[in-house]
Every structure is written in C-alpha cells, then in structure tokens.
C-alpha cells in the first residue's frame, strides 16, 4: 500500500516552486524555509469525510528549531559567520548591549515568538497551497481516501 504523503511528492514540488514568492516576502531565507519545512508535517483530519477533510499543519516541533534558524541568520554566504557592523555607537553602546540593557527588539523570547508565528502562518498556508493545488488537479479525493486507509 502506498502511503498519501508519497503519492503527492510531486505536486510538493510544484507548490514549493509556486510558493517561492511567498517564502521572498516573508522574514525567511530559502535556507530558514526548509528548515521550517523539515519540522512541519502533514496530516488529513476526517479523511474519510470527503466534505469536512482538510490538509493540516503540525507545526508542533517548529518551537525546537528556533536556535538553529537564529544560527542560519547569523551565517552569511557560504555558512560563514557575519561580522558585526562597525555603526560607530561607541563604547557606551558596547557595554549597554554586553549588560543586556541595549533594548534591541532582535534578540531575545519576544523575536523567537513572533519568528515562530510567521513560520506557524507561513507553513499553514502552504498546505491550504497544497490542498488546493490537489484539488485543481483532481488528486485530493485519492489523497483523501488513501489517508482514510491508513
């Protein structure tokens, strides 16, 4: 038997392909996004419910790849650390940002949530995108029942 998740790899790939502007427009890189999508999965609620079946996000295990999206952000081109700017804030700038007192709204619990929201709505829309696309093809009720089966 064949698993639903496999039988829609290519049309994957075509929505990855049409939602490539969307992933442009928002905070993430190309390199954040799959690392987003390697935390989302997929799941069909009441597949066997060909009126109220839906293409679903589990965004749950978004929250445990924060620290590895804060590391890619950090990187520059070719995994290579970015170097500070020189802004010339001084040394009084300096001891504020070492103390923790610098107010910079980038760092910290507040940033990673509202990272992590974006990616939560972000990773939503790509699988009504999916579904969608499904649908338009004529796919999503063998998707569905295939799920149903499993």
Same mark, same amino acid.
């Given at each position: ?37 390697? *935390?989302?999965?997929? &799941?069909?609620?009441?597949? $066997?419910? #060909? ?5 679903? /996000? =589990?965004?749950? %295990? ?46 910290? *619990?507040?940033?990673? &949530?509202?990272?992590?929201? $974006?990616? #939560? ?5 790509? /699988? =009504?995108?999916? %579904? ?19």
């Amino acid at each position: 038997m064949t698993n639903w998740q496999d039988m829609i790899v290519g049309d994957r790939m075509t929505v990855d392909e049409e939602f490539s502007s969307r992933v442009d427009g928002s905070q993430f890189s190309r390199q954040e996004w799959g690392l987003i999508m390697t *935390a989302a999965t997929f &799941e069909i609620e009441n597949p $066997e419910d #060909e009126a109220n079946a839906e293409l679903v /996000a =589990d965004t749950s %295990q978004l929250s445990s790849i924060l620290p590895e999206l804060e590391k890619i952000t950090e990187m520059g081109p070719m995994g290579v650390p970015q170097q500070e700017s020189n802004t010339g804030t001084g040394i009084l700038d300096s001891i504020r940002d070492a103390l923790g007192l610098a107010g910079n709204a980038s760092n910290g *619990a507040g940033h990673d &949530e509202q990272r992590l929201e $974006e990616a #939560e709505t972000l990773v939503s829309a790509y /699988a =009504d995108a999916l %579904q969608a696309h499904l649908e338009s093809e004529g796919r999503w009720n063998e998707v569905r029942a295939a799920a149903a089966k499993e």
